[in-house]
Each structure stands twice: as structure tokens, then as C-alpha cells.
């Protein structure tokens, strides 16, 4: 019996595009793993940052040329007030609200950041914030449709 025999092969298609949601949590994921990634190499003395590739045309020969550039991660918490560490998540230029008007996180301590981090991670794959997504991702797409007319 030969390996490709031993397989069990089926008809499927694989689809074009992820549902709306599932392209929102996938966008709060990624932000909330850049943010963990920070952390960690906050806690290590470096700063972490992303390689990003552009594309950029020469306006005269037509040609293309990629250039990799570092985008550095903004840190999402801050030391408030009381010398307590804070977090904040953002959707878009938003905070997402985990109640009504309050889109702050008590974190307390350093060593609980990236605990805390992991679990809104886990919050966000389990479809915990598809709610709060969806208003901001309303409200996002409202201001640019203002922001549209008023530039015609």
C-alpha cells in the first residue's frame, strides 16, 4: 500500500473570505498578540517591534521596490495615578468598552500583564467580545462615511 492510498482523500472547497466577525477577531488577535510580544520584551529591557514590507513604484521607470521597514508597537497599558498598571485594548482607533463606559482594565502589578493579556486572548477566540466588535466596527465605518461626503 503506498502512502498517497493511506490517506483519506475528500471534496471540499475552501472558502474565499472569513465572515465579517471572524475577520474582527482576527484583527483583535493579532493586535493583543503584538501586545503580549511588548510585553515580553519590555520585561527582557528591549522594545519590540514588527517588520512591515512596503511597496513603493517609481513614479518615472514604473519599476517596484520593497522595502522592510520597523513599526514599533504602541504599548497599550500605562501606570496610572496610584502607581497601579493599567490596559486599555483598542479596535481601530477606539477602546473597546467591557462596560458601559468603561474601557480601563485594573492590572495591577507587572507580573500580571501578560496573564491578563492571555486571557482576553482566550476572551476574544471564545467570541466574548463580538459584540463590543461590532458596535466599534459600526461606529468606525459610520466616520468614514461622514468623513467621505464631507470630502467630495
Given at each position: 500500500m503506498s502512502i498517497l492510498q493511506s490517506l483519506?482523500?475528500?471534496?471540499?472547497k475552501r472558502p474565499n473570505h472569513a465572515s465579517p466577525i471572524t475577520q474582527r477577531r482576527n484583527v483583535?488577535?493579532?493586535?493583543?498578540?503584538?501586545?503580549?510580544?511588548?510585553?515580553?520584551?519590555?520585561?527582557?529591557?528591549?522594545?519590540?517591534?514588527?517588520?512591515d514590507t512596503r511597496r513603493i513604484s517609481n513614479r518615472q521607470t514604473g519599476e517596484q521596490t520593497?522595502?522592510?521597514k520597523d513599526r514599533y508597537i504602541r504599548e497599550g497599558?500605562?501606570?496610572?495615578?496610584?502607581?497601579?498598571?493599567?490596559?486599555?485594548l483598542r479596535y481601530g482607533m477606539k477602546p473597546l468598552e467591557f462596560g458601559k463606559g468603561k474601557s480601563t482594565i485594573d492590572i495591577?502589578?507587572?507580573?500580571?500583564?501578560?496573564?491578563?493579556?492571555?486571557?482576553?486572548?482566550?476572551?476574544v477566540q471564545l467570541g466574548e467580545f463580538d459584540d463590543q466588535l461590532n458596535v466599534t466596527?459600526?461606529?468606525?465605518?459610520?466616520?468614514?462615511?461622514?468623513?467621505?461626503?464631507t470630502s467630495k
Open positions: 483519506k482523500v475528500i471534496t471540499a483583535l488577535l493579532k493586535k493583543i498578540h503584538e501586545q503580549i510580544e511588548a510585553a515580553k520584551a519590555r520585561a527582557e529591557g528591549k522594545q519590540y517591534s514588527v517588520k520593497e522595502i522592510i497599558w500605562w501606570i496610572g495615578d496610584e502607581g497601579r498598571l493599567l490596559l486599555e495591577g502589578d507587572w507580573e500580571n500583564l501578560i496573564p491578563t493579556l492571555e486571557k482576553l486572548q482566550q476572551a466596527a459600526t461606529m468606525l465605518g459610520q466616520q468614514l462615511a461622514k468623513k467621505k461626503k
